[in-house]
């Protein structure tokens, strides 16, 4: 046989054996909702209208104990992507770009494309606004944007722009957003679907599934919903589904006894809207927080019937069973709980997340695990399922996540110890990290400088089992579990101090 002919068999073998491990390979569906705690049917929530969620969990396995690395979501989002915590990049902040700190990452979405996956964005993956922008260099396919406050009523803003509009688009008005008019925090409209931007990111993420569907590269392709985010804006069928009069106020609104104060947090980012009184930090009458809450859930049912779209056009495509699909949140919500709103701290409602992972042929229809999970764990996990190196070994930035691949075969199996987030509070010149471990039954707090000795710390522990609600800390009364709990945190890196501000 001649040597061309031979080089072109082995070229068209090579070709084929090729063309078959591409076609292995599982395409990626990542569902990031924003704000959402496990405010859902399948978490045994029994107010929530989340059909849709429910039934991806009952495909996958959800994870009961998943938690975000920090309760903020810029820095979240950056746990996720680069499968490193806050701690240990230093980036706590919405202003801070990760690209100016680690230039050379390499993302969750980078790594797919580097093994031969077409990646792409739809929505708010990243955190665009306040300063931050997307990473461009993450994505195969041009980013797709849309944004995050969004109002159609003329009444909700007065015809003017106002300060989280501008915060979230990155405007320049000459002048402080301080200064600008607060927006409603929320709107009722009847409308189509498609009207906010939760509707057109599952139109663009069909559309993009059309086109994949036709492709035998495979994809990662991020929808990032924006919902419940605040402001509460949803079509007006989704708030029918609620009866506000029934819905209850949080079971317990006052600080836990004895924690420190700096732990707590008041209105945060709701004070950016009205009719929440902008200064008062006295408890919002009970009216207002039935408002708030029934705007949270019909936000949450509307972004769930965007997501069930989404599913269905994955079915319909045939692209379901090629396909792990994964949901996820940026950080938890407090909801009135210890006379708190919105993140922002290291407390349960703020931390815990929902987590489903739905990949065929490895989790078991409908199953649930009680294994701790972190967000930095989501990047491992994926390049597992999807039979990918292990990107720890490979990726310059820190990098923290431990695959759960193991526990989604037999969710029996437990995955870690603890599941680690953080909180920075204090000035600027005294920026004190709230390092926290939380294990099956407790949570240990540990507030202290950077660097400084543990002496000088202060300690917040809750007991799950026998309090849930948080209603007191009790470091003090209970040394020997703190003490257990130590040794992980020992084990654990010190906490890097916040990096300045790049401008």
């Known amino acids: 046989m001649k040597p061309t002919l031979l080089l072109g068999l082995a070229t068209l073998c090579l070709g084929l054996n090729t063309a078959t491990a591409a076609e292995k390979r599982p395409n990626v569906l990542l569902l990031l909702v924003d704000d959402l705690k496990p405010a859902i049917g399948a978490y045994g929530d029994k107010v929530a209208v989340t059909p849709h969620i429910d039934k991806l ?32 990049t230093g980036l706590y902040t919405l202003g801070l770009n990760f690209r100016k700190a680690y230039p050379d990452a390499v993302t969750m979405p980078q790594f797919f494309a580097k093994h031969g996956y077409s990646t792409a964005a739809v929505g708010k993956v990243y955190h665009v606004g306040h300063g931050n922008t997307d990473d461009t260099a993450s994505w195969t396919e041009d980013y797709h944007f849309e944004p995050v406050v969004e109002y159609l009523l003329e009444e909700s803003t007065k015809g003017q722009l106002t300060r989280e509009e501008a915060y979230f688009t990155n405007a320049k008005t000459g002048k402080p957003n301080r200064e600008l008019p607060r927006g409603a925090a929320w709107e009722k409209a009847d409308v189509a679907d498609n009207a906010y931007s939760d509707g057109r990111i599952a139109d663009v993420g069909i559309e993009r599934l059309k086109d994949y569907a036709q492709d ?24 029918e589904l609620y009866d506000k009069e ?7 609104r006052e600080r836990p006894k004895g924690a420190p104060t700096y732990a707590h947090k008041g209105y945060g980012e709701l004070a950016q809207y009205t009719p929440v009184p902008e200064f008062d930090k006295a408890p919002l009458a009970p009216s207002l927080q039935k408002s708030l809450i029934h705007g949270y859930y019909a936000s949450t049912s509307y972004m769930d019937a965007q997501i069930g779209r989404v599913l269905t056009a994955l079915d319909e495509l045939e692209l379901t069973d090629n396909t792990i699909v994964v949901l996820w949140s940026d950080h938890g919500f407090h909801l009135g709980d210890h006379g708190s709103w919105t993140k922002h701290s290291n407390y349960e409602q703020a931390n815990r997340i929902p987590l489903i992972f739905s990949a065929p042929g490895v989790t078991p229809p409908g199953s649930q695990t009680k ?8 990047y491992p996990t994926l390049a597992a ?3 990918l190196p292990p990107p720890a070994a490979t990726v310059p930035q820190p990098f923290d996540g431990h695959s759960l691949a193991d526990t989604l075969k037999d969710p029996s199996k437990p995955s870690k110890p603890y599941a680690y987030h953080a909180y920075p509070r204090g000035p600027q010149d005294k920026r004190m990290i709230g390092r926290a471990l939380r294990t099956e039954r407790y949570r240990l707090v540990e507030w202290k400088e950077p660097g400084a000795p543990e002496s000088t710390a202060d300690y917040e522990l809750y007991d799950y ?13 209970r040394p020997d579990i703190i003490a257990e709990i130590k040794v992980h945190l020992r084990s654990l890196p010190e906490a890097k101090a916040q990096r300045p501000k790049q401008r």
């Open 385 to 387: 399922l999807a039979n």
């Open 246 to 252: 029934k819905l209850e106020l949080a079971a317990y």
């Open 465 to 477: 089992r026998d309090d849930p609600l948080e209603t007191k800390n009790i470091a003090t009364e």
């Open 216 to 239: 035998d590269q495979p994809f990662f392709l991020a929808l990032g919903f924006t919902k419940p985010h605040m402001p509460f804006t949803a079509p007006a069928k989704y708030w």
């Open 57 to 88: 969990a009952s495909r996958g396995t959800l994870f009961e104990l998943a938690y975000c690395n920090q309760a903020v979501c810029a820095p979240s989002r950056n746990n996720l992507m680069l499968g490193a915590r806050s701690t240990s």
């Open 371 to 378: 294994a701790l999970a972190e967000t930095v764990d989501v």
